[in-house]
């Protein structure tokens, strides 16, 4: 049982390049999550989904954007790669989009944009 | 504005000492509180949750302590090991919302010396 797959692990961009970090969940779960975590900020939010053909913003989703054409797959697209998005990204997933259900991480992406 | 304020930023423990890692939040409307614990190169994962209708939640080594009135949430690990050295995150999440309005701290990275 895989859980949730992220791909790459690490990437290096230049400033102005795109680029789409993919996750995978096979546990069939409805909810899906990207969040990005810096030094002294935490986890925050960049864009979520409730199912299939459903997405919507979080706290920070300038810069980014997501699709869910599958139950499976939830990528995140850096249209125009900034120093600012310099992060490590993790992909999230829960059953439900309930509160009290657990989320679910990958082992995330370390993202450097030169 | 960070709803979570989690402190300290940095903690070292020796072997068999008590670990203690505080959060504070300011919406009164949270009413679900997880801590996740995240290990070098992976993701976060769930360690233990509380909700506010108890002031304390005890899972083997881990206690979480709740003070409604101060808004105030606390772990506490019990005879420290050095397996525990980790970066661990409060969260907090509201009664309606759903995981996309869960809300972390900025995290404290535990060392636990032998």
């Known amino acids: 049982n895989a859980g949730v797959t992220q791909t790459p692990k690490f990437q290096v961009l230049k400033t102005g390049q795109s680029m789409t970090l993919q996750c995978a969940q096979d546990?069939?779960?409805?909810?899906m999550s990207w969040y990005r975590q810096d030094p002294g900020m935490g986890l925050r939010l960049i864009h979520y989904?409730?199912?299939?053909?459903?997405?919507d913003q979080g706290e920070v989703p300038n810069g980014y954007n997501v699709s869910r054409s599958t139950t499976e797959d939830f990528p995140l697209r850096l249209l125009s790669a900034a120093p600012s998005q310099t992060s490590v990204y993790f992909c999230?997933?829960?059953?439900?989009?309930?509160?009290?259900?657990?989320?679910?991480f990958g082992s995330g992406t370390q993202l450097s944009v030169l | 504005q960070q709803q979570v304020k989690q402190s300290p930023q940095s903690l070292i423990v020796q072997k068999g000492g008590i670990s203690i890692i505080n959060c504070a939040y300011e919406?009164?409307?949270?009413?679900?509180f997880p801590w996740y614990q995240q290990f070098p190169g992976k993701g976060p994962a769930l360690l233990i949750a509380?909700?506010?209708?108890?002031s304390e939640k005890k899972e083997g080594r881990f206690t979480i302590s709740f003070n409604k009135s101060a808004k105030q949430f606390s772990l506490h690990i019990m005879d420290s090991q050095p397996g525990d050295s980790a970066t661990y995150f409060c969260?907090?999440?509201?009664?309606?919302?759903?995981?996309?309005?869960?809300?972390f701290g900025a995290g404290t990275r535990l060392t636990v010396k032998p």
């Open positions: 969260a907090a999440g509201g009664r309606f919302y759903s995981n996309n309005d869960m809300r």
């Open positions: 919406n009164t409307a949270f009413d679900y």
């Open positions: 999230a997933s829960s059953l439900t989009y309930g509160l009290h259900e657990k989320l679910f």
């Open positions: 546990m069939n779960h409805e909810y």
């Open positions: 989904s409730v199912g299939a053909g459903i997405t």
């Open positions: 509380i909700r506010p209708d108890v």
